[in-house]
C-alpha cells in the first residue's frame, strides 16, 4: 500500500547513503569535530552568506528544540509558540521538562503575528507571570501554510523592538523556500531570526538536523548543551556526511522544490474535484476535506493521516509528499482518485 | 594516521550498510512501529531467553542513560554509580538535567560492590538526604574491566536486597561476554538486573542503542519518556535495520569477540616488552602505562588517547580495538612498537 | 489609606501571635517532628473525619502547588486547569520549573467541568502529547465563584472514571465553605478529592499551608519531596502552632464565614447602586465594574486592585476583604461610596 | 530535658516577638514590597557598606539555596562544594532537582582551598563534564570551623581569576564574624564574595534568610525566580520586620557573640575535662568526641546530635547553643557534666 503518510517514510536519498558506503572504513574522529562536518557547516554558510554564523549538528526535531530554547533561556523564561507548534503539542512536554513554560494565544490558525503576541506581552507583565523571552514559528507551519518574507520581517521587527528571540523550526526549511509567494532566501536568515532549525530528517536524510545560532551570546558552550541533554552523536560526523551532500551543490533545496511539486499536483486534482481543504497550502502537506466515503475508498489503497474531524461526514486527512515522492505515484493516485470519486456520485 | 582512539570511529559494519541501500524506497511506519523493530526485538528476546522483556531503541548512549533513569525514579531519589561511572563523569551532568543526584563512593577502581554501597546506603537514612534508589553500573567498565556472573549475582542479591534497582550500561556489552572468565550470557541478564542497555554505537552499529526493561512496572509508558526526552526517532526503523542485522545470526557477539581479541594482541605485545597497565583489561580498552618518549614516538604514527598523569616521566594511554579494526592493522603497530621500543633502550 | 486588596494584609489573628509569646523560650524539635504539628493534625483529621489523612505544613501557596504536584506526578504528566488557575498564570512557571506541563481549556470562566476536560483528554491520545494525570481546581476559585458539593462529585466521578487524580486548592477554603449554596463540609473531602490544600496564609496565619494527602500511594516519602524543594521548615512547629490555634475550635471557619460577611455587604451596597460584577461572587472576593471615574475617587481613599478592562470608560477591580476587615470600616467605605456615587450623578 | 540539639529550638528573639504584637491590624502590601523590608534592606546595606547590594527575603535555608544558585547558573554549569556542605548533603538534592551536579573533592575537613578546587577544575575541561562554575562554602562551617578573612581573600582571588562565582552561605554568619581570629566585617563581603547568605532562622528570627547579590548581572529578574521557586512570602513584611530588629542597632551580631560565648564556656569545660574534639571549632556548634558511657548520662538530661562514631567506645556528638541559651542552663550542665564525669572514673 502506497504511503503519503508522511515525509519521512524512505530512508535517504541515494547520493548520500552512496557516500555512506563509499567511505569504507575511514576513520574519523568523533563528536562532531571532523572533516565532514566542517565542510557541511562551510556549504551552509556559504548560502546563509554568514561568516559568523555557528552551525551544530543534531540528531533529530525535538531534541533540537529543546536544546536549544533550554541553552537559551533563563529558569524563569517562557517561550510563545502557536498553538499548533510542533513544541506545543507534539513533543510530549519536551520544552516544560526543561522547565520552561509554552505561552500560546487562545486560538490561532497556525501562525504567529504580532497583533497576537501583544496580548501575551501585557499579560505577562512582572514576577508573578512567567517572563516571555522567546518566539518560535515554523516555517513552513504545522498546517502547511508559509510565513513569507514580508511576514516573517514584521514579526522579526517586533521582536527585536520587545526583547523577544526568535526561533524558526524549519523541519520542512526548503518546502517554504520552494514557496514563490514566500520570497525567502537562505541569507535572509541572518537578519531575521536569531535561531534557525534546518531539517534534514523530513528532506531526505537518514536523520539529523542542523541548528544555525547568528549571535555570539548564544553561540557560548552550546557544546555543551547538546552533550547534557543527549544530543551529541558519538559518530557525529554522519550527520557531516549527510549535510555535505545535502549542500555541497543545492540538492537540500532540489529536494523541497520536488516535493512541493508532487504536492501541488495533488493539490490540484483535488482541488478540480471541489474539494475544498483546511489550509490553502502551498507546500509539501496538504489537507483536503473528504467526504468519509471517498475517504474510506482511498485508505483500501493508499496509507494517509486523519487531521480532524470537520462534520459527521467529513474528514480532513493529511497528504504528505517527499523527496522520493515519484511522479508516476502521483499519477497513479490522481487517476485511482478520479475513478474513485466518480463511483461515489 | 591510523586511529585506536575509540571503538566509534568507523561506520557501519557493511552488513548494515548494505541492507539500508538495499531497502531503496521501501517505506515504513515512523517512530519504531516497524517490521524492522519489530524483528529486531524478537531477536534480542530470543537470546535474552525472555517474552516479557520489553525493548527500544534510542539514538545514543547519554540519552538512553538519562531516559531509563529519571523514567524511574521519583525526583527524590538518587543512583549510585561507580566515581568513573559515565553517568558520573561523562556526560555533562546530564542525569543531574533531569533532576538527580549521583551519589559515588569517595574512591573505587571503577566497579561497584555491596561493600562500597552498603556506606552510602547507611548514611542517607532520612529526608535530609536523597533516597539512593538505583544502582548503576557498566559491563564492560569504563577502565576495561568486567563484573564476572558471580560478581554480578552478588551485586544484584544485595540490590534485591535493598530495594535498590539494578541498571547495566552495556555500551560494549560483547565485549564483556567475549571474556571466558565474565561467564555471562544473555539469557543470565533477566535474574541478575531491572534494566539492560544493549550498546549499538561501539559494536558496529552507525548508531543506536537498545534498552530492555525486565520488570512490568518499569515498562509503562516508557515511549512517553522516549518523547519527551527527544529520544524517539522519526525515521525509527532505521535502529531496527541496525539491530536486526546485528542480532539476527549472532554477528553482535561476533563483533564484540573480534574486537577484544585485537585488543588482547596488543596488550601481549606490550607486556611482554614489560609495560605495565593501569587495569588488568581483558576487554577492547587497554590502559599501558607508557614512559614519555614511547608515547611521543607511537603518537607520531597513531592515534591514541590520554587518560591519566601517573608520575612525570609516565603517561597512561588508552589503546581502544573495534568491530573493524584489522589484524593486519594490529600486526603493523606490534612491529612499529617494537621498533620504537627498541630505538629507546 | 485603608487596604481592600488582599486578604493577607494584616499579621496572624491574634490568638496565633499571643500564643507564639505565651511559649517564650520553650524548646522543639525541628522539621514538622513536634507536638504542635501532632496537635494540629489531630484537629484537622477530626474536622476531616479521616484518620488516614496524612497531613504536612509547607510555608507558602506556590510551594505547596509545586511541592504537592512534582511529588506525585511521572515525568510525562501534565495537570489541567482552568485559564485563570493559580498554578497556570500567577505562580511563574512554578509547575512547569518541575518539569510538568499545565494544560488549559481554550476560554473557561475560572471553573473546569467535566465538558471542558473531555476535549482535553481526546487530544493527548499518545505519547506524542504528554499524558493529562491530575486535575487542579481551586474553591473559592480565582474569581470568586464556588464548586458546589454537588458540582464536586460530578467533577470527581469524572476524574475517577478517567484515572485523573484532584487536586483541590483551597488556600481560601472557609470561604467556600462559608456560602451555604456550596454545602460543602470538610468531611465531604475524603470521597471527593485526592489532595487537599488547606490555606492559611489568606485566612489569619502569619503564613503557611496545610497539605493533604488522602492516599496511601501518594503519601509515601512526602517529606523526602518536602526537603527537595525547600518547603521544610527548620522551627516547623511555627506552623503547627498556627494551625492549632485555627482548628482548636473552629476559628479557622469563624474568619471565613466573618471575611465572607463583610464581603456581602459590600457587594450589596455596590449592587444597590446599580454597579455589575465580573461574576456573582458569593466569597471574599468581589468584582465591580466600575465607572473609570468613580474608581479614581474611591482610590482617593481606598486600596484596591485593577483586575481587567472591559471598556474604555470602566474598569473591573477586585475588593477583597478578610478575617481583620472591621464591620466599622466596612460601614464607612459604604457611606463613602454613596457620597462619591452620588457626587458623579 | 534541656535541648543543645541546635539554634532553632525555639521562637524568636522577644524583640521581634513583640514588634509582630505591636503592629496590630497594621497593612502591608504584599510580596515583600514594603516598608519594613526597605528599613532592612537599608540597614543591611549599610552594615555592608555597599549601596549597590540587592538584598531579598526568603523564607529558609534551603529554597535560598536553590533559589540562588539556580538564578545564577546555566544549565549545564556546576557548583564546588565541600564534602559536608549543606547543599551536598543534607538538602535531599534540592540542587540537583534544578539541574546542577554538585561537585566535591574526594575528601576534605569542610573547607575549600584553592588546591582542593584545582584538581577538580583541571579535570572537567571539556563539554564531555560540567562546567564548574560557582564555589560554595559555608562559614562558619557544617562542623564548627571558620574561614578567616584571609583565608577567605586567597579562595576569592583564585575564584575570579578562574571564572568562578564565590557563594557564602551564612546561615551563621554572626557567629563566624563573632571569632576574633576571624578577622571579617560585613563591609569585607563586598570585594570577597558575589552572593551573600545572611541567616535569620538561627540566629533568633522566626524564620528567614536575606540574599544579598553583590552584582548587576546577578541581581537582574531574581523576583522572578523567587516566585519560579515557590521563596516568595504573600506576607513579606513578616521577613522584614525581623530583619529590621535584628539589624536596627546590631542585635544580629549580639546574638552572635552571646551563642559563641555559651558554646566556649562548654568546650572549655569538656576540654579541661579531657575531652577531644573532631574539630577545633570556635563558634557555636562544638563536637565533642565523649566516651559512650558518659554520652549516655548526658543523654538522661540532655537532648543532643550524635555526629559520627569514631570508634566503638566513642560517638562524636553536637552541642548546638543559641541566641536563646541562658548562661544558667550552660553552667548547670558543666555542674552535671563534672558530677557524671566524676561517676565514671
Known sequence: MYSFKNDYSENAHPSILNQLVAMGLEQNNGYGIDIHC??????????????????????????????????????????????????????????????????TPPYDDGKLTPELIAPILEAHEDEFFVHPAMVYISNPTEVGTI?????????????????????????????????????????????????????????????????????????????????HRGAMLAKGWLLGVQFEQLFMDGLYYELGRHAVKMALLLKDAMSEAGISFLTDSKTNQQFPILPNKLKALIEEKYCISDWSKPDENHTCVRFCTSWATKEEDVQTFIKDFKTMYSSLR
Do not use: W
Open 38 to 103: 566542517e565542510n557541511a557547516k562551510s556549504f551552509i554558510r556559504r548560502d546563509l552568506q554568514c561568516e559568523e554564523a555557528e552551525i551544530h549538528f543534531l540528531p533529530g526535531g525535538t531534541i533540537t528544540n529543546l536544546t536549544a530554547i533550554s541553552h537559551v533561556l533563563k529558569p524563569y523564561e517562557a517561550i510563545i509558540s502557536s498553538t499548533t507548534g510542533h513544541i506545543n503539542i507534539h513533543e510530549c512536554g519536551a520544552i516544560e521538562a526543561t522547565g520552561h513554560k509554552v505561552l
Open 147 to 227: 510565513y513569507t518574507k514580508r511576514e516573517l520581517e514584521a514579526l522579526s521587527s517586533y521582536c527585536k523592538a520587545n526583547n523577544l528571540l526568535l526561533f524558526l523550526d524549519g523541519a520542512r526549511l526548503p518546502m517554504a523556500l520552494a514557496v514563490p509567494e514566500c520570497n525567502l532566501e537562505m541569507k535572509d536568515f541572518q537578519n531575521l531570526v536569531d535561531i534557525l532549525f534546518i531539517g534534514g530528517t523530513k528532506v531526505g536524510a537518514l536523520f539529523g538536523e542542523a541548528l544555525v545560532l547568528f549571535k555570539k551570546d548564544l553561540q557560548q558552550r552550546f557544546r555543551f548543551s547538546m552533550k
